[in-house]
């Protein structure tokens, strides 16, 4: 739970940011605000008082995930304590752009089953802990699967959990047979209270130990064809190639096998995506990315940008006849002009850490903020607002 000078400080945040904006809303904005407000009022009118459902055991660190949909760890398990420049080089996640499912289930009424997952096994149903929204399983064993139509041949699943003790392999994550419970690989995060067991059906199998898997932490899958990596906040704790699946079936789902050790198990923000890193030349044509993450409302990177930023950095140090605009585009959450404002604030933040963090000749880049102004996806879902929140490279 927040301490009361956290709280106090984040309302004070707050309190700033609408004087610095205030003066910059025009009547369009007033309008909008006013709009969504009120389909607000009438969307917890036509819910109702919502049943009184039982908070999940424990309590959890941390806050919300910010504009990426992606929750850092506890600072003293790779999470805000760190910088962009400290994050490791093994650190190579790059979350896919398409976004297929986008989930805090805020979508659903307490108590319910989520519309997004389909059960295989098991009692799961949302719930709520100081405001947030998770998925629980409140039973002793329970596995479900995201509804999608195929796997791609790439893609990338992220989610966080909250364990208060881990004393076991309580979520294992990974692709399932199609049509079936079972396996064609899985990683067990918590096997021995902090290990992160990998195993296929091919006999591939590792296993990594980490100082602590207690508390709040951030789950990263990378697939592409029959390899896959898994990282844990920001370390790669399984790196697996390639998997022989012989005369097996591709997988069919991507899942979650929850096991009761201790406290109900619950998982929240989870972003399942098309896509992942790219080895082709990244700006033959505007190399758009939503790796590159900020505190929610803030320019302020997040330390798991690391990856794309080096990438980035790596191709320009390659390139260096190559110089790039850097736009900023928001969804449409806040008012349109405070949007604009962000969207320029976040690219000017992208090039000062390329120049400063990765040694990128600042004369070498650009910046420009679009706001919510240039919109590629509808900003009526989380998947689509996720989808528009993004940084874009072009060359100049």
């Excluded at 709520?128 to 041949?153: C, F, H, S, Y």
């Excluded at 990974?174 to 690989?185: I, M, N, R, V």
């Excluded at 997040?302 to 850097?326: D, F, G, H, W």
Aim: aromatic share 8%; charged share 25%; glycine share 10%.
């Amino acid at each position: 739970m927040m301490s009361s000078r956290v709280i106090a400080g984040l309302l004070a945040l707050s309190l700033a940011g609408w004087a610095a904006d205030s003066s910059a809303i025009g009547p369009k904005d007033l309008k909008k605000s006013a709009e969504k407000k009120a389909k607000e009022e009438a969307d917890k009118a036509a819910k109702g008082t919502p049943a009184e459902t039982a908070a999940p055991a424990g309590n959890a660190a941390g806050e919300a995930a910010g504009d990426a949909g992606a929750a850092t760890g506890a600072a003293g398990a790779g999470g805000d304590g760190g910088k962009v420049s400290q994050v490791s080089t093994k650190f190579d996640f790059v979350p896919g752009g398409e976004v297929i499912v986008m989930d805090d289930f805020t979508r659903d009424e307490l108590g319910e089953f989520p519309a997004r997952w389909k059960a295989l096994r098991g009692n799961f149903d949302v719930s709520e802990l100081d405001g947030e929204r998770w998925l629980r399983m409140n039973g002793t064993d329970g596995t479900i699967v995201l509804k999608t139509n195929a796997l791609p041949e790439k893609w990338t699943l992220e989610f966080d959990f909250y364990q208060k003790e881990m004393t076991g392999p309580v979520y294992t994550v990974g692709a399932f047979y199609p049509d079936s419970d079972s396996w064609l690989w899985s990683c067990a995060i918590g096997s021995g209270g902090n290990q992160v067991y990998f195993a296929a059906v091919d006999g591939v199998a590792s296993t990594a130990t980490v100082p602590t898997l207690s508390g709040r932490h951030h789950v990263s899958v990378m697939a592409q064809g029959t390899g896959v990596k898994v990282y844990v906040d920001r370390e790669r704790m399984a790196n697996i190639a390639e998997m022989d699946y012989k005369d097996k079936p591709k997988p069919g789902a991507v899942g979650f096998r929850l096991w009761r050790y201790g406290d109900d198990p619950m998982i929240t923000n989870v972003r399942f995506a098309k896509g992942g890193k790219e080895k082709v030349d990244m700006m033959a044509t505007p190399f758009v990315t939503h790796g590159i993450v900020f505190d929610s409302g803030s320019d302020k990177l997040k330390p798991e940008s690391a990856s794309v930023l080096r990438q980035v950095a790596n191709y320009l140090k390659e390139n260096a006849e190559v110089k790039v605009t850097i736009t900023g585009h928001t969804d449409d959450v806040g008012e349109t002009a405070a949007n604009q404002t962000l969207s320029e604030k976040r690219a000017a933040a992208v090039a000062a850490s390329l120049s400063t963090d990765f040694g990128i000749d600042a004369t070498r880049m650009s910046t420009a903020g679009k706001g919510e102004s240039v919109a590629i996806a509808k900003n009526d879902s989380p998947e689509g607002r996720a989808t528009n929140r993004r940084v874009e490279f072009a060359k100049s």
